[in-house]
């Protein structure tokens, strides 16, 4: 029978570790909204998996909706806006937004998306994302709420996919070299 851990390297960051971190992110964010109305916001798919355990640990009423959007690589970088896929149901206007990632890497998709939203005049808008890897930012933009810094490494697990797989893989994990090369 396949097990996905026969294609791990190592362990990154166990779920142990990574559900640690969610509970702090989400008493954060519900102390610092207490008094507003939140709606949280996630780009499919990566974050889908964040998405369920932190607003689990959010104590204040909330909304979740979600969008996609494609994503440019390094030759497209500057071709204008982000495109959307899925847009959301909601009408953003006069709400506190915050984004939901599951990975900042470049930036580039992120600051897009704020653009774009903002045009669409909400109250506030923050980004709470579970792993950082500031060493790759390339455009302006910073986590209002910040997990787990990762090394400049490739990983999969916790909603991070390699060719769409190991999404579900619970722990934070690098995979062996060979995997790559099937
Ligand atoms: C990942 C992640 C972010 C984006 C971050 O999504 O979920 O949305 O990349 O990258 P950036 O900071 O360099 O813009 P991906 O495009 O891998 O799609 P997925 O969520 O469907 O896996």
């Known amino acids: 029978?396949?097990?996905?851990?026969?294609?791990?390297?190592?362990?990154?960051?166990?779920?142990?570790?990574?559900?640690?971190?969610?509970?702090?992110l989400a008493a954060e964010v519900s102390r610092d909204y207490a008094d507003k109305e939140v709606l949280f916001i996630s780009v499919l798919k990566g974050a889908f998996v964040f998405m369920a355990d932190f607003v689990r640990e959010v104590t204040i009423p909330c909304e979740v909706d979600f969008m996609a959007v494609s994503s440019y690589g390094a030759g497209t970088e500057s071709s204008g806006r982000v495109k959307i896929l899925k847009d959301l149901d909601t009408n953003i206007e006069n709400k506190h937004v915050i984004i939901v990632e599951d990975v900042l890497d470049s930036g580039?998709?992120?600051?897009?998306?704020?653009?774009?939203?903002?045009?669409?005049?909400?109250?506030?808008?923050?980004?709470?994302?579970?792993?950082?890897?500031?060493?790759?930012?390339?455009?302006?933009?910073?986590?209002?709420?910040?997990?787990?810094?990762?090394?400049?490494?490739?990983?999969?697990?916790?909603?991070?996919?390699?060719?769409?797989?190991?999404?579900?893989?619970?722990?934070?994990?690098?995979?062996?070299?060979?995997?790559?090369?099937?």
Do not use: W
């Open 1 to 24: 029978m396949k097990n996905m851990m026969d294609d791990v390297k190592n362990i990154l960051f166990t779920r142990e570790e990574i559900h640690e971190v969610v509970k702090r």
């Open 108 to 182: 580039i998709t992120l600051s897009r998306l704020i653009d774009m939203l903002n045009s669409r005049r909400p109250a506030s808008i923050a980004i709470c994302t579970m792993f950082d890897k500031p060493a790759r930012r390339k455009a302006q933009v910073k986590a209002t709420y910040s997990g787990l810094i990762l090394p400049d490494e490739f990983v999969v697990g916790y909603g991070l996919d390699y060719a769409e797989k190991y999404r579900n893989l619970p722990d934070l994990c690098v995979l062996k070299p060979e995997v790559y090369e099937k």
